[in-house]
């Protein structure tokens, strides 16, 4: 009975995902060139470590869209490895719907599903319609559900045009749509999204999101996204998690990162004649400035933004004046970097 | 996993092979080169010495024949399963909830099917019209139970071969090995009645001439019923010892396996 643990744990957890101090290292054998390198490696002890995880930890309710982000070589691929049941971890453990992943590989199969962007789903050499077929016996799904999802599925994908072609003679945007719907046939209770919308433009993946959002709000699908893409992130994901070498180093919502992270307010500020220095105003700081235009920076005081503003406002002649608040992508990029907020601003409205 | 799935399967991997069959001619054309070249010999062989090892110049064609009949007819993909963990496409085979084995066991008969149909078959008939073969009826029963135990152990050999690659990426050795194993020992180019007497028992030890022997000696009538009904009891030995191997090397194997890229 594969499936007896599974239906065991069903309705028995309160976390969709659970990852306790996860840990896996790849032991690499530094092998020589060619057959007889290969064949040197069988026996030589020469083995170095690599950590790929060190110690990941996070809870993920039900319905959650979750981001997963890091720097490239972060564990973010291995941490979903794991969750998937197709890698075992060296040390801890994960949960996924109450059961462990790598241990029930087939039954947490069934109430998954998956997207690896780099590598698709879908049968090479079929039409694409014969995918979702194989899927239905794989996944044992009755006629008349499999007849409602495809219909949902082919409707928000817009795979009609789509389904009679043979797989590969689709481009990178057609092949993801239907690799994503193919991770979606058996209606699972979990998806894993690693890097989904690589390589996609920009009205593609903005498709791509709104299905999505689409899923995870009436299905109420639990969705874990990989990405380097932080406008995936910031439309998508009301919690953040980001990864670095192996560790989580932030696990919260993703607003939270600009109070958490930001402690600085960027304006733009036009003035009707040439100003050299600000005066009076000593919660304002002067970033850079030509001609008319000056940037500058507002640290948090006792004071607000607003207030602050008016100040200005009253000593100076201003033309214009915007706030701009830094980018989900920046505040990450200054969390890698472990520097301080680099200015690169985005417009807020 | 449940017979629609299995054939489903199946269906796919025959419909792969029939995308691919550019290079079919050449296949069967090398399959008839080889069928010609043993009968060939063996004629040279034996119009010399005349009878051997319970053959006589007609039967030896027939095995020869039959021999290579089957080997074609049970073409496998063995580097498929090295393949996939070596480009990581593994991983897509593993988040699919259905067993490893059995998935891999439909492809591999949905990948013999085609060669059976497009090349076996083709390859049989036209050497039975250029060579005579003489296939006494009365053993096709038990020979197609015979061949059934022949396939699943070839299969199992392969499995497990394929399995090395989840702890070395270069298998490459161990396929020379097997390839070299399979070519002396199993019956397929030279019968196992040709092995001198004394080493004969410690090949009946290995699982090796349960591939090609047993079945082609059966299904020729080389060998009594009773022989053939020992034969066949020792394959389903060898059936149930690999798969008794299988299963703790892909439990072992899970453990080791890495899943690349990504
Ligand atoms: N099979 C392997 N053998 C050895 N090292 C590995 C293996 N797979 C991953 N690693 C190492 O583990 C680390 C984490 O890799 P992983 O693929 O999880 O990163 P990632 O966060 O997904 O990165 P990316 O954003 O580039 O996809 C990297 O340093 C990588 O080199
Ligand atoms: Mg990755």
């Not at chain 1, 979990?190 to 390589?199: A, K, R, S, W, Y």
């Not at chain 1, 439309?235 to 192996?246: E, H, M, S, V």
């Not at chain 2, 439909?106 to 078959?121: K, M, Q």
Request: net charge positive; charged share 20%; proline share 4%.
């Amino acid at each position: 009975m594969p499936y007896l643990e599974y239906i065991l744990a069903m309705g028995n957890f309160e976390y969709s995902i659970e990852a306790h101090n996860l840990r896996k290292d790849f032991s690499v054998s530094e092998s020589g060139k060619g057959m007889m390198g290969a064949v040197k490696a069988l026996f030589s002890s020469k083995k170095r470590a690599v950590h790929a995880v060190e110690s990941v930890s996070f809870s993920i309710k039900p319905g959650e869209f979750v981001g997963y982000v890091g720097e490239n070589g972060a564990g973010k691929s291995t941490t979903i490895k794991i969750l998937t049941g197709i890698l075992v971890p060296t040390s801890g453990e994960a949960k996924v719907n109450g059961i462990i992943p790598y241990e029930n590989r087939r039954a947490n199969g069934m109430n998954i599903g998956v997207v690896f962007g780099q590598r698709t789903q879908l049968w090479w050499d079929l039409p694409v319609r014969e995918t979702y077929e194989m899927l239905r016996h794989i996944y044992r799904i009755p006629q008349d559900t499999y007849a409602d999802m495809m219909k949902k599925l082919s409707a928000s994908l817009d795979l009609g045009p789509l389904m009679d072609m043979p797989v590969r003679k689709l481009s990178l945007g057609q092949r993801m749509r239907c690799d994503i719907a193919a991770s979606l046939v058996h209606r699972p209770q979990v998806l894993f999204l690693d890097e989904p919308t690589i390589g996609l433009d920009v009205l593609a993946k903005e498709n791509i999101r709104t299905f999505l959002k689409e899923m995870n709000r009436t299905e109420g699908t639990t969705i874990i996204l990989t990405t380097h893409d932080m406008n995936d992130i910031e439309q998508l994901c009301k919690r953040l998690i980001i990864l670095d070498k192996g560790r989580v180093i932030y696990d919260g919502a993703t607003e939270d990162l600009k109070s958490r992270f930001v402690h600085d307010k960027i304006m733009e500020v036009e003035f009707h004649e040439r100003v050299e220095t600000l005066v009076g105003i000593p919660e304002v700081v002067v970033v850079s400035s030509s001609g008319n235009k000056m940037r500058l920076k507002f640290q948090n005081g006792n004071s607000g933004i607003a207030d602050a503003i008016s100040r200005l406002a009253s000593l100076y002649s201003i033309k214009d004046i915007s706030v701009r608040e830094p980018s989900v992508e920046s505040i990450i990029y200054s969390i890698y970097e472990k520097t301080t907020l680099l200015p690169k601003y985005k417009d807020k409205g | 996993m449940n017979p629609s799935t299995f054939i489903k399967f199946a269906s796919v991997s025959f419909q792969k092979q029939v995308t691919y069959r550019f290079d079919y001619f050449v296949s069967v054309l090398n399959g008839f080169l080889y069928v010609f070249i043993f009968t060939s010999v063996w004629k040279v062989i034996f119009a010399k010495s005349g009878a051997s090892g319970g053959f006589t110049a007609e039967s030896i064609t027939t095995y020869a024949v039959m021999a290579m009949v089957i080997r074609i007819s049970f073409s496998m993909e063995d580097t498929a399963i090295a393949n996939k963990v070596r480009d990581g496409s593994v991983a897509i085979d593993l988040i699919r909830p259905v067993s490893f084995y059995m998935m891999n066991l439909a492809e591999c008969v949905g990948y013999s099917a085609f060669h059976i149909l497009a090349r076996g078959i083709p390859i049989l008939i036209v050497s039975a019209l250029l060579f005579g073969v003489h296939l006494p009826l009365e053993k096709l029963p038990v020979a197609a139970l015979s061949l059934t135990m022949a396939y699943l152990i070839l299969f199992m050999l392969n499995f497990a071969t394929g399995l090395l690659s989840f702890w070395v990426i270069e298998i490459f050795p161990f396929m020379l090995l097997k390839y070299g194993l399979i070519n002396l020992l199993s019956g397929g180019i030279v019968p196992i009645d040709f092995f001198p007497a004394s080493i004969r028992p410690y090949l009946a030890l290995t699982p090796f001439q349960g591939i090609f022997y047993a079945p082609a000696a059966i299904i020729t009538g080389h060998v009594s019923n009773e022989r053939a009904l020992v034969m066949i009891a020792e394959q389903v030995a060898w059936v149930a010892i690999l798969a008794w191997m299988c299963g703790l090397l892909w439990r072992a194997g899970q453990n080791k396996l890495v899943i690349q890229g990504g």
